[in-house]
């Protein structure tokens, strides 16, 4: 019949398989085909591909396919089992479908498509779906694309801290500098945390790994030094970071003396917070030159951003002894300084100096995973009909990931 070879060429279905019949439930709005398969002589096991005889038909199944036109369309058949010599009795393998969804792959495809540009609420409502099977849909895509990528290699890497809700709950992510993709995410943000993350990896992907940019965060570093070899000349703690601290010293500095000159009737320091953590550059020619003056002046928070910018220009040197010298000697002059919140930064980056000075040999930091965190911030603002954290850590590999998730049978 003409219209049951045009559903089987519209649909993409092989021999042995045909469509047996066409039913159009118009009231519905769908449309059901019937498929069966012609005689075989030998179908294949699912596990080994080993040629094996008929044994019987599971029940009927139903598989929600792309829609034809307007109308959902949905194909059904009884699923063969074969019986394998070594494997005993398994269900075959059908063509259109992944052995545990209700979906086509061409139907799984299509949404996978759609939810990488939408939010999950307008896919769900365009295609007809509940939460949980578009819950189901992300998470084998998920799957699928994390099994592919084993096969691959991450030669820089850096971990991150994330807040889910501000504050409140951590996740730790792991990052692929080169290929700016998130590799891993996890709860929290202790040791036990990242240390899944290794367990994920094969032995030939942990030798590719020559670097990893991170915070100075104890629980991290312990997990890195515990699974990755020759871990001390691969840790570099994140230029960022490190200025993060420093601006915070600063800070500190400026906000007791700024309290002293006030009482005084001076309010020079006033306001002028993120003058001292802003790159002058940046500035507009009339604050760069008042900005300038403070600078200049003999105020212990000019001394204390001194101190700053001097130990950042430790990032602009090209071999290791010469800025070793530079921060021995700017060390010096900080725990000198008087000013105690620049003596105990200076301290704690002594402490933490041999990850520090990593970044000659590496010139890796985080700030490449900033585009991985604006998309974290679009899954996160699309995420409100999460119910669970596992949700929201699927929808990052979903859309960080990336991950080659179409299914099998489409490619
Ligand atoms: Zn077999």
């Known amino acids: ?26 009231e519905l709005g769908e449309i059901h085909v019937r498929l069966a398969h012609h005689d075989m002589i030998d179908w294949s096991c699912p596990e080994c591909g080993a040629a094996c005889k008929l044994y019987d038909h599971q029940p009927e199944r139903q598989w929600r396919h792309l829609d034809t036109c307007q109308y959902q369309t ?7 089992r074969c019986e394998c010599s070594n494997h005993g009795v398994r269900v075959v393998r059908m063509p259109w479908a992944e052995p545990s969804s209700r979906f086509t792959a061409l139907f799984e495809l299509l ?41 691959e290699t991450v030669s820089q890497m850096g971990v991150d801290e994330k807040a889910f809700r501000k504050g409140q709950s951590y996740f730790t992510l792991v990052n692929d500098l080169m290929r700016r993709r998130v590799l891993y995410v996890a709860e929290d943000r202790k ?29 991290y570093v312990a997990s890195v030094r515990e699974h990755l070899p020759e871990a001390d000349g691969k840790i570099v703690f994140d230029k960022f970071h490190v200025a993060q601290h ?7 500095v400026r ?66 002894r010469p ?21 105990e930064v200076a301290r704690m980056l002594q402490r933490r100096f041999e990850n520090i000075i990593t970044y000659l040999r590496h010139r890796i930091t985080n700030a490449g995973s900033e585009s991985i965190n604006a998309k974290i911030q679009w899954v ?23 991950l080659d998730m179409a299914p099998e049978s489409t490619k």
């Open 255 to 320: 906000r007791k003396e700024n309290r002293t000159l006030k009482a005084a009737g001076d309010d020079r320091l006033a306001g002028t917070r993120y003058d001292w953590l802003r790159n002058p550059t940046s500035m507009e020619p009339k604050d760069r030159k008042e900005f300038a003056e403070l600078r200049n002046s003999e105020l212990k928070t000019a001394r204390a951003w001194a101190l700053k910018e001097t130990a950042m220009s430790l990032y602009s040197y090209v071999y290791e």
């Open 380 to 402: 996160k603002y699309t995420a409100r009909g999460f119910r669970n954290k596992q949700n929201f850590v699927h929808a990052i590999y979903f859309h960080c990931g990336g």
């Open 1 to 26: 019949m003409q219209d049951h070879e045009l559903y089987r060429r519209i649909l993409g279905i092989e021999a042995p398989w045909y469509v047996d019949s066409v039913e159009l439930k118009l």
């Open 246 to 252: 420093l601006g915070d010293a600063v800070d500190k």
């Open 111 to 151: 949404a996978i498509e759609w939810l990488r540009a939408a939010s999950q609420k307008a896919v769900a409502e365009m295609l007809g779906l509940s939460w949980d099977e578009i819950h189901g849909i992300m998470e084998r895509a998920v799957k699928r694309g994390l099994e592919r990528r084993k096969a």
């Open 191 to 219: 040791q036990s945390s990242l240390d899944g993350f290794w367990e994920t990896l094969t032995p030939e992907q942990i030798s590719s790994i020559e670097a990893v940019a991170m915070d100075m965060w104890d629980p």
């Open 74 to 80: 949905i194909l059904h058949a009884e699923p063969p």
């Open 323 to 343: 800025a070793r010298k530079h921060f021995r000697w700017w060390h010096n002059w900080a725990v000198r300084s008087r000013l105690q919140p620049m003596i």
